[in-house]
């Protein structure tokens, strides 16, 4: 199976920009749903994106959709979140997750997970 590993988090003004990535040790990258999720202290691990395994499906939650953009690099084994017009309540730590084969909004259906990377937003 693969192991993950984010990079790309930092501290942004409202309004700005960051580009999240999640790079993917071993060759079945491509078999695997990929996913971001964020989470903040006391709260539960909160659907952000979803992409399938082909590049060719992809799903938002409601308060990113517009914002966000999930992509990946199946030649490169890497999971990309553009995130634009960042906004305070943006401010989490960010994970990328992978499960195969079907796309899922839940974290529970997730067992292959990334150790987060921190975002934070000033206001």
């Known amino acids: 199976q693969v192991q993950l590993v984010e990079s790309g988090g930092g501290l942004v003004q409202t309004g700005g920009s960051l580009r999240l990535s999640c790079a993917a040790s071993g060759r079945t990258f491509g078999l695997y749903a990929m996913a971001w999720f964020r989470q903040t202290p006391g709260k539960e691990r909160e659907f952000v994106a979803v992409?399938?395994?082909?590049?060719?499906?992809?799903y938002y939650s409601g308060s990113v959709k517009g914002r966000f953009t999930i992509s990946r690099d199946n030649g490169h084994h890497i999971l990309y979140l553009q995130m634009d017009n960042l906004q305070p309540e943006d401010t989490a730590v960010y994970y990328c997750?992978?499960?195969?084969?079907?796309?899922?909004?839940?974290?529970?259906?997730?067992?292959?997970w990334g150790q987060g990377t921190q975002v934070t937003v000033s206001s």
């Open positions: 997750a992978a499960r195969s084969p079907q796309i899922s909004r839940f974290a529970a259906e997730y067992h292959i």
């Open positions: 992409i399938d395994q082909f590049d060719s499906a992809t």
